[in-house]
């Protein structure tokens, strides 16, 4: 699309399939992410494989950050970021709220006490007299710790007070990573190169997160991924703002510099002429 097209023109231009694959990559990979970022195991590799695959089915960027990165290098242009953006935003609120539902439909209050009282020992068979015993199911339940509400979909640890600048230095850290990533990933036209793609953005993504993850905050990378974790606190200016700096302007930052980074070195890479010597 050149410079001097208009708004309108560039509105036009827009690829109504492209931006479903925004929504619904981004749902996917939102409610893997919500699934299983608490799992130890195998958790991460996961995650960093479904975006590697998304990557490589629809070269999409699934991140509001990368795409604001790659708007701020005149990659693509505004109309085209902000329209990916809301896409990326609304699938991962879709994914949270679908999630959600799943989970708080599927959630048995009686089937949770139960399966507790079992682990101490108490067979199915004994539980009411057990419970009229201890005073009835619902003070068992207090015991136990479990309310009539389903339990979180996952656990994620706020800003550590006081530390909140080693939360942005760890998510710039890891996001100038997932740049070196994207400046390779979105920059290849040629669709044999699709795999690679796919598997360096997942990768990188693992790495940035692997390496910039403290005690003082858990690592994202993905502002729109944060927007359904809960990072964002409205009871003050600064449960809102020090979330904001942290998994919105650092990564957007982080991103930025990356891709900056990976084009001056590819650039310069290029440029060298072998000085190898017989």
């Known amino acids: 699309m050149p410079e001097e097209a208009t708004f309108t023109e560039k509105l036009?231009?827009?690829?109504?399939?492209?931006?479903?694959?925004?929504l619904v990559g981004t749902f996917i990979l939102t409610a893997v992410f919500i699934r299983?970022?608490?799992?130890?195991?195998?958790?991460?590799?996961?995650?960093?494989?479904?975006?590697?695959?998304?990557?490589?089915?629809?070269?999409?960027?699934?991140n509001p950050a990368i795409t604001f990165a790659r708007w701020i290098l005149r990659k693509i242009d505004g109309v085209k970021a902000a329209t990916f953006i809301v896409a990326q935003v609304l699938g991962a609120v879709l994914a949270f709220f679908t999630l959600t539902g799943i989970n708080n439909a599927g959630f048995d209050y009686k089937a949770a006490i139960k399966s507790g009282v079992m682990k101490a020992g108490v067979t199915e068979q004994g539980l009411e007299k057990w419970a009229q015993q201890y005073g009835g199911i619902d003070t068992i339940a207090k015991q136990l710790g479990i309310t009539k509400e389903a339990p979180k979909l996952y656990q994620y640890s706020a800003l550590a007070e006081g530390k909140e600048w080693?939360?942005?230095l760890?998510?710039?850290?890891?996001?100038?990573?997932?740049?070196?990533?994207?400046?390779y990933a979105y920059d290849r036209k040629k669709k044999h190169q699709k795999v690679a793609k796919g598997l360096v953005i997942g990768l990188c993504w693992l790495a940035g997160l692997v390496i910039s993850t403290s005690n003082a905050s858990n690592t994202i990378l993905n502002p729109a991924v944060a927007s359904t974790m809960g990072v964002f606190g409205w009871g003050s200016t600064n449960a809102f703002l020090w979330p904001v700096l942290v998994y919105v302007l650092s990564t957007v930052v982080g991103t930025t510099i990356g891709i900056l980074i990976y084009h001056m070195l590819s650039d310069r890479i290029k440029s060298d002429d072998c000085d190898c010597q017989d």
């Open 12 to 22: 036009a231009a827009l690829n109504p399939a492209r931006l479903a694959a925004e």
């Open 36 to 62: 299983l970022i608490n799992n130890t195991n195998y958790g991460l590799i996961v995650i960093a494989l479904t975006i590697s695959a998304l990557v490589m089915i629809g070269r999409v960027h699934l």
């Open 166 to 168: 080693v939360a942005m």
């Open 170 to 183: 760890g998510e710039m850290t890891g996001a100038i990573v997932l740049g070196l990533g994207a400046g």
